[in-house]
């Protein structure tokens, strides 16, 4: 048979999904253990127990000086600067984003400046914006939003401009005022849109928030493992980044399912 | 009354003529069929009275005033593709339209003013023959089904005409001559001009009180953008014409409506004239 007709089956396919998984842990431990093995204070690949004992220590052991829990004070700081500057950039991306695709006159005013402006390099701006905004949060969630609504903008914009016409058409021979195009025909329709291209912004807002940390932080992910960077503290920074990405990818998984429950007639017109 | 006139109205893009010299006019009630080859300006026609497009010169009057020049409810229109909203169910888009109507401002109804309006889309989705359908998405339907539910939606506002894009081209022939049916039923009954493109030169005798073509007459290549289409026949009456053949497909269950009309022509079928048929 040829290779593009062998299917896997759903036990094949998680299989198949984990093996790549299983495979890197296993390098990393063969990769550990060889240098472990020549010389046991190794720092750079530090073994499972290492690791495990030292996210024990910030999970559950409070901080001697500041009497946090520094794992969870660093998440619940990240996260609330992560999705703060989502959900402004979000907000932002919906309104200028539909009034961009759907009123000519705002497309024609707007558009040609947020193409450009969606081209400066955001990191480029951090240090105006912490020259301005000062080393609070109001500056790093600001970046977040700077780096992430433009692109945002862009892609409701298209996809406002994706609905069909025939359907804005039938819409006024129905009596619509703008006003109820946009809230009844164009809003509803751009939302499960709207949550895949946030999906794709979830990346980017963590660079940015990370970046943020990492120059001028008191507490957070980004800023632990910058912090703990200056002791080669291999076997902190590395369950660190794994804990990061499965925030990402579990903020990934909520969006999706939203957009299943939410709008369940959105898969199907998709496809169609 | 209601009646279409066109008065000299040309339609150029550029050098592009596309209309020249329309002169017409459509009675009240009339169901006008366009057809003509590819790109002879009949969809440019039919954009013209649903105010997407506007006249270069002339003038469209509907009952006398000139026709506003954005699409409004006075005008309803069914496409061949994305009639319907995907994100509503089939309910939901023919309350749509008394929704736009009676909440002025979020276009939502709620409480007793929305079931009213879901009451009165019930009888109109039965009329289609949509019964039990109502809380499915459009995705869900057929084609044929999709249009029914296109026509329904378009219907709800009382529009005084109807415009049909080539609104059964997409149908296979068997849904296609049951919607038939429908359509000259919906004609009928309501207070409707309809004006209807169509490829299909046996749906336009089939259904069509009058059947307009278009054509390009002059023939130069290096002038044709210059010339436009004008109308090259209209038939008034096409009763008076023969049958066309009719397909491989008759199908013999398929209802033929009316079986009697009070007061007025008799409404041809593709049987003949709606003769009793018991």
Redesign the interface.
């Given at each position: 048979m040829r290779a593009i007709n062998h299917r896997p089956d759903k036990t094949w396919r998680v299989a198949l999904a984990f093996l790549p998984f299983a495979f890197l842990c296993l390098a990393y431990i063969v990769g550990s253990g060889i240098r472990l093995a020549e010389n046991p204070n190794d720092k750079l690949l530090p073994g499972f127990s290492t690791m495990s004992e030292a996210i024990h220590v910030y999970a559950a052991e409070p901080d001697p000086r500041s009497g946090n829990y520094l794992l969870w004070s660093d998440t619940a700081a990240s996260l609330t600067r992560l999705i703060s500057g989502l959900a402004i950039s979000t907000a932002i991306a919906l309104l200028a984003g539909t009034a961009i695709g759907l009123l000519p006159i705002a497309g024609a005013t707007f558009a040609p400046v947020i193409s450009v402006l969606s081209m400066v390099p955001p990191l480029a701006l951090l240090p105006i914006l912490f020259i301005v905004m000062g080393l609070g949060e109001a500056s790093k969630i600001t970046l977040i939003v700077i780096g992430t609504s433009l692109k945002l903008i862009r892609d409701i914009a298209l996809r406002v401009g994706d609905i069909?016409r025939?359907?804005l058409?039938?819409?006024?021979?129905?009596?619509?005022?703008t006003?109820?195009i946009a809230?009844?025909?164009v809003l509803?329709?751009i939302l499960p849109r709207l949550i895949d291209a946030v999906r794709l912004e979830i990346g980017p807002a963590w660079l940015f928030l990370i970046a943020a940390e990492a120059i001028a932080a008191d507490s957070g992910l980004g800023y632990r493992i910058f912090l703990v960077r200056r002791y080669l503290s291999m076997d902190v920074i590395l369950p660190y980044v794994a804990w990061i990405t499965l925030l990402a990818f579990l903020m990934d998984l909520t969006l999706r399912v939203l957009q299943r429950k939410a709008?369940?007639?959105?898969a199907?017109?998709r496809?169609? | 009354m209601n009646a279409i006139v066109f008065d000299k109205v040309w339609k150029e893009y550029g050098d592009h003529v596309v209309l020249e010299q329309i002169n017409l006019e459509i009675a009240t009630r009339a169901f006008v069929a366009l057809v003509g080859p590819s790109g002879c300006g009949k969809t440019t026609f039919l954009k013209m009275l649903l105010g997407e497009e506007r006249p270069t010169r002339g003038n469209i009057l509907l009952g006398g005033i000139p026709l506003k020049s954005e699409p409004d409810s006075d005008r309803g229109v069914v496409f061949q593709r994305y009639s319907v909203f995907p994100h509503l169910t089939v309910l939901g888009n023919v309350i749509i339209g008394r929704e736009f109507e009676r909440a002025r401002g979020i276009g939502r109804l709620f409480g007793k003013k929305r079931r009213r309006a879901e009451d009165e889309a019930r009888e109109l989705l039965a009329a289609v023959g949509l019964s039990g359908d109502e809380n499915k998405y459009p995705s869900a339907l057929s084609g044929g089904m999709q249009q029914r539910l296109a026509l329904a939606q378009a219907l709800i506002r009382r529009p005084k005409v109807l415009l049909l894009d080539e609104p059964f081209g997409a149908l296979d022939p068997g849904m296609r001559s049951e919607i038939h049916v429908l359509m000259r039923r919906i004609w009928n009954e309501s207070e409707l001009t309809v004006v209807m493109v169509t490829h299909d030169l046996s749906e336009a005798f089939a259904l069509a009180t009058r059947i307009i073509a278009f054509e390009r007459p002059r023939n130069r290549p290096e002038e044709a953008e210059r010339y436009g289409s004008r109308l090259s026949a209209d038939i008034p009456n096409p009763v008076e014409v023969p049958m066309l053949p009719k397909g491989a497909t008759v199908t013999n269950d398929i209802e033929i409506w009316p079986k009697k009309i009070a007061g007025s022509k008799a409404v041809w079928t593709r049987y003949g004239p709606s003769a009793p048929h018991a």
């Open positions: 069909p025939e359907q058409i039938k819409a006024q021979t129905l009596g619509a005022s006003m109820q809230l009844r025909v509803p329709q709008f369940p007639w959105f199907e017109a496809a169609a | -």
